[in-house]
């Protein structure tokens, strides 16, 4: 048996009408840049999630970006994340001019710990941008209340946490606003690069739409200058015509991770993941902890099954974040996960022989 670790064919082929017909559909009409596909993109997105605005852009990282530009951060400021996460959590900070500021994960959730957010607060923090890591809910509820007694912006990276859920609120209208990533291995993915930013303030839509445009709501009326980052249109279209799939896809996840959970719980020498109480994991990754778990990502691998970690080192270990003088011991928690931390396969058209077939493989790893 060979299981891959995500399987875009699969879902390709279960919907190859509906996306065959948008791609056609954008190059008969000529459609290259912008125009009804991306607009309707925005409005189903924004509609399905009930949020006020959503602003398509050219991928996840821009969406961070044109944030951090557009909440006023640059020389001088702080921003504070998390230890670990992909690093478009950190760069887009210090792209402005501006420090990033880790926070360690917490030993349970593997998200930004809530407990150490204080103590990393001083007169130059400008703001947060927590992350939703694995689709998991970070404790966004706490870290809101401290951002609000301190002044601090909140923004939600929910690259990879579309539908995530915190205290039956959607992750991404929590905070100030949210960025998406439709990277296409993730759980909306486009056929391309693509991403977007959500939220509820009307001005700061404006704003960031206008920045991700050349600074101009209406050719040519630059007010300020600002970058091109657009959401490809025959990207657009193609997220349109998954869009109706995605809540199945969706409890299709969370339906594959009960059933990893129930296969690997006789296994003591992994642990599963914990889901923070009150939320809904959309399990973009299961990520387990394991003992040897270097030795078990290649007898996996021999027996067919493919692995990732996310992430083998944390963002203050890595050597883009030398300047900032930082120890692993700085952080101990990231430091010990990045380790032990181990991303099995996990995608909608997962089938359940698949799952049961990992975790024999696993099973057989551990009585060698
Ligand atoms: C994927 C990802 C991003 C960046 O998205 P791109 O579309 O690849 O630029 C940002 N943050 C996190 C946590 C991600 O996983």
Redesign the pocket.
Known sequence: MKIPFVDLKAQYLSIKQDIDKAIATVIDETCFINGHFVKEFERDFASLYGAKHVIGC???????YILMKMMGVGQGHEVITVAN??I??SETISQTGARPVFVDVHPDYYSLDETQLEKKINKNTKGVIA?H?QGQACEIGVIKAICDKHGLFLIE?C??SHFTEYKGKRAGLIGTAG?F???PG?NLGAYG???GIMTNDDALAERCRMFANHGALKKPDHRIEGINSRLDTIQAAILSAKLPNILRWTEQRIRNAALYDRYLADIPQLVTPKVRPETKHSY?LYVVRAQQRDELMSFLKDAGVETAI?YPVALPNLPAYKYLGHTPADFPVATRLQQEILSLPMYPELTEEGIAYVAGKIRAFYKR
């Open positions: 050219a991928n996840g990282t821009d969406a961070l996460s992909w478009s959590s992350v890591l990276d690259a990879q960025s990533s439709f990277y993730k690069d693509a991403g973009h996310h």
